[in-house]
């Protein structure tokens, strides 16, 4: 890449695939930049299907980022199940199986980050579809940085909870639908970028401990402070982050969670906690009742009593499972 050349990175989930693919049909063959991408996807999938479609219908190549490769202007890059995608400053592709944030690898936000920490004033950052709140903080950063934020209309997105999320903490410079996507970008790439500004040191040591770098307990602490929650992803200490509008925290192995996907993961971790207690107290009421019918007098009579006792909890836990909290099956879309 040349000093002034701009690079693009774009952020989906849900609904990805087709919002990806009617951004990229848009792009002339000789767009002047590269691309880099992260889809979410579970860590057993490979992205074929989707590189195969952006090969298809696409008039730039397509590939699977692969770790230390420099990348170069019309080219896209897609980010590889199960890790990070990350820009190293002298523009080559970091591959990395860091610690998950917002219950996800790949991320947004880290490549984010990354490339607004190494292209600043020349990172062009694109938020698509998708459920929860993933690539909020990434924009942040690359907004603080000096980059261009564009966000797809919510009223455009098959999954519009991304984009809004992202509009309520963000003034992007574009919000617009994908079909005009196209043009917007080939102007912004076309022009000159303006004098860069200094980029801030906590986005520089949240990019470092994503490429972990960093992975200390000071570097954490210089970042937010402590507060009563345990990271979901280690059982280790939360620090809520000082900087920007959006309330984040990040644990000092490397996980980090938007208030959202925090609240999210630990409906989730109480859910699981009540099926298990589900579990163990039907396993002590057959016990009970075994005991009740196989022994006499007072022994038998304690087991029915504690039997009865162990359905009472079971129904109370059933009640809770069963019903439809409107709040946790928000919290926990995905």
Not at 126 to 148: E, H, M
Not at 220 to 249: A, H, I, T
Request: charged residues 20%; glycine residues 8%; neutral net charge.
């Amino acid at each position: 890449m040349k000093e002034n050349e701009f690079i693009v990175v774009v952020g989906t989930s849900a609904g990805g695939m087709k919002a990806l693919t009617a951004l990229i049909e848009q792009l002339p063959k000789d767009f002047p930049a590269p691309l880099l991408i992260v889809q979410h996807l579970s860590s057993d999938a490979t992205g074929d299907a989707l590189l195969n479609e952006l090969n298809k219908i696409g008039k730039l190549k397509c590939i699977h980022a692969t770790q230390g490769e420099k990348i170069k202007s019309g080219q896209i890059y897609l980010a590889p199940s199960d890790n990070h995608l990350m820009i190293e400053e002298n523009g080559s592709i970091l591959i990395t199986k860091g610690a998950q944030e917002n219950r996800s690898r790949p991320a947004i936000d880290p490549l984010f980050r990354s490339a607004a920490t190494s292209f600043g004033n020349r990172t062009i950052g694109i938020l698509l579809t998708g459920y929860l709140d993933d690539g909020t903080s990434g924009l942040i950063a690359i907004q603080r940085c000096g980059g261009i934020c564009i966000i797809q209309d919510p009223a455009d997105a098959d999954y519009p909870d991304m984009p809004k999320n992202a509009l309520n903490q963000i003034k992007p410079d574009y919000c617009i639908p994908i079909a005009e996507m196209g043009g917007i970008l080939s102007t912004l790439v076309a022009r000159k970028s303006k004098k860069q500004v200094a980029i801030p040191e906590d986005i520089t040591k949240e990019v470092q401990i994503a490429k972990r770098v960093l992975s200390d307990l000071p570097s954490v602490n210089s970042l937010g402070e402590q507060v009563p929650f345990n990271c979901p992803g280690c059982g280790g200490v939360l620090w809520k982050m000082n900087k920007g509008p959006d309330l984040r925290y990040r644990c000092h192995t490397g996980h980090a969670y938007t208030a959202a996907t925090l609240l999210t993961e630990q409906t989730m971790k109480i859910e699981e906690t009540m099926w298990t207690a589900l579990r163990m107290f039907e396993e002590r009421k057959n016990l009970l009742t075994t005991i009740a019918q196989d022994q006499k007098g007072a022994t038998a009579t304690s087991a029915k009593e504690r039997s009865k006792m162990s359905q009472i909890h079971i129904d109370r836990i059933r009640a809770i499972l069963l019903s439809n909290d409107e709040a946790s099956v928000t919290d926990s879309a995905v």
